[in-house]
């Protein structure tokens, strides 16, 4: 006997934008439908894993290679599917939300491939989450141009040839979509909305084009999460008619317990495995969010005293490098957030330094490619792997054989000599004020002091304060880390900002909400698990 068909899914609450018919189709909506109805009992299952996971780890505060998995870590037989030829180069990509301007600057910016991003740079009110999905349709059909309103210049998309091959990123298995419900009620996962739709209406039209549904994994924490997405490209390839395989997937590994499996997480996605990516702020926030009852030996610096050459950062790019090299799978860098300042030639000329010596010391290590948040910085990452590279698409050829990390090398944090400090207390507070107050007027991507800041940012923000408190740091002002200081430096801030916008542009945005939310989250003894949950309460539209 056939499965009853899905209940149709309700729009709730949210205000008719426009050609959202376009998007929110019946048969769309049908398919988003099904993938709830089979698949959001498991990704309940798993997420109820991951607290019993983080339980075991603060009664522990130690995590291993599983035993239960050695033997694919062991079988040298296995490989990954090979990369389907628009996604064979990837030695620059750049990152941004799907609004209008961004989707033409992206494609057009020269960088090989483009992260659509509904996750982490984008805040998901109703109109960035329906109209993004329909700003790629314009892009994939050439109906999209935008002009901007303010200098009146005109962007266009160049010849398909000169594109940015693109590779979507939905939104974590955490995160609901309270504006679609089932007929019970409940809302549908994110996750699912955004690769729903986006697959539903572009995975033949991609294909046309020669290139294919391509997707970026966020916030995996276990080869078992791998598995169930693994499972729901199986059903969505063959409920659209299109071969097995079409789909290819790239999963971040910005969490700890992910760097612990991901052989594992390549074998789960095999036949659609594209790579690994190391994803630098939300794998220092996942250290934190794991280990934050572990004592003194857990208690990360200033984040921008944790470069990607500590020991326990290299430890993880370099196993990454050496897994996927090893499994025929691409490693992706991490992010270059600078934003070009158009008035400070100088703050421009120390960051491309750094940012070039960053990219230079990823292509060296073995890295197929990297990300760059703007496109000023495509030119400086392309030279950087085009050194190494030249004509070659990647270098999977180098296997890193000399590579040994040891389960407790990903851990040590205490191999870092820095210690938190005042200023970066401080730091901490403006950024996740200012990030914050911007994601509540629907802005997921903002420069702030000159870098690309996104969700993942204010999340090491606000956990730094949060571990600092509760570890007892002493800072070498000889202040203490407390919560009456954290208020103290938050007023403060408030203050500032206050006086550098002027009141009426202050009345007019989310500060004291964005003061009171990071306070909250940063404060609280019941430790929030995603800054963005208690955000999505608050977030209008």
């Known amino acids: 006997m056939s499965a009853p068909a899905p209940s149709p899914l309700a729009i709730v609450d949210a205000e008719p934008l426009p050609r959202q018919d376009e998007v929110l189709t019946d048969a769309a909506l049908a398919f988003v439908a099904e993938l709830h109805r089979r698949f959001t009992p498991r990704r309940d299952e798993l997420l109820a894993r991951r607290a019993e996971r983080r339980a075991e780890i603060a009664r522990t505060s130690s995590l291993d290679f599983l035993p239960e998995t050695a033997a694919i870590r062991e079988d040298d037989s296995w490989q990954v599917a090979p990369a389907p030829a628009a996604l064979n180069d990837r030695r620059v990509e750049i990152t941004g939300p799907t609004d209008r301007k961004m989707t033409v600057n992206a494609l057009n910016s020269g960088a090989k491939v483009w992260l659509a991003d509904f996750e982490d740079a984008s805040a998901p009110t109703w109109e960035n989450v329906v109209l993004g999905q329909r700003n790629l349709i314009d892009a994939y059909t050439r109906e999209i141009d935008f002009t901007d309103p303010k200098s009146g210049k005109s962007y266009a998309l160049k010849d398909n040839s000169e594109l940015a091959t693109v590779v979507m990123r939905p939104r974590g298995w955490h995160l609901e979509e309270r504006h679609l419900r089932d007929a019970d009620g409940n809302a549908v996962p994110g996750a699912l909305v955004d690769f729903g739709l986006y697959f539903f209406h572009n995975a033949q039209r991609l294909i046309d084009l020669g290139k294919g549904p391509y997707f970026y994994l966020p916030k995996t924490e276990s080869h078992l999460e791998a598995r169930l997405w693994n499972e729901i490209f199986v059903f969505a390839q063959d409920h659209v008619g299109i071969p097995q395989g079409t789909v290819r997937a790239t999963v971040l590994i910005e969490t700890i317990t992910a760097a612990y499996e991901m052989e594992e997480i ?110 000023d910085l495509v030119p400086i990452a392309m030279a950087s792997f085009d050194a190494v590279l030249g004509e070659k698409p990647n270098q999977k050829e180098r296997l890193r054989e000399d590579v040994s990390v040891a389960a407790g090398d990903l851990i040590a944090i205490d191999s870092l000599d820095a210690r938190p400090t005042y200023a970066g207390l401080v730091s901490a507070v403006q950024v996740g004020t200012r990030y914050i107050e911007a994601w509540l007027r629907g802005l997921g991507a903002v420069a702030i002091f000159n870098l690309m800041e996104d969700a993942a940012t204010a999340e090491i923000s606000r956990s730094q304060i949060w571990q600092w408190i509760n570890a007892g740091v002493v800072f070498e002002n000889g202040e203490k880390a407390t919560a009456e200081l954290t208020r103290k430096i938050a007023a403060e801030e408030l203050g500032k900002i206050r006086a550098e916008i002027g009141e009426e542009a202050f009345a007019a945005g989310k500060w004291q909400q964005a003061h009171d939310l990071l306070l909250t989250v940063s404060l609280d003894a019941d430790y929030a698990d995603f800054l963005t949950l208690p955000a999505y309460e608050q977030l209008v539209g």
Do not use: Q
């Open 266 to 375: 390549l074998y789960e996605l095999r036949d659609h495995a594209a790579g690994l990516n190391a994803g630098r702020w939300d794998y220092l926030f996942s250290i934190v969010k794991n280990f934050r009852d572990g004592g003194a030996k857990f208690v990360l610096p200033d984040r921008n005293a944790v470069t990607m050459t500590a020991p326990f950062m290299r430890a993880y790019t370099e196993l990454l490098v050496r897994t996927c090299h090893k499994r025929g799978a691409h490693a992706i860098g991490g992010m270059a957030a600078f934003i070009p300042s158009r008035r400070d030639a100088e703050v421009n000329k120390v960051a491309f330094e750094k940012v070039k010596a960053d990219k230079d010391r990823e292509a060296a290590d073995g890295f197929d490619g990297s990300w760059v948040a703007h496109p």
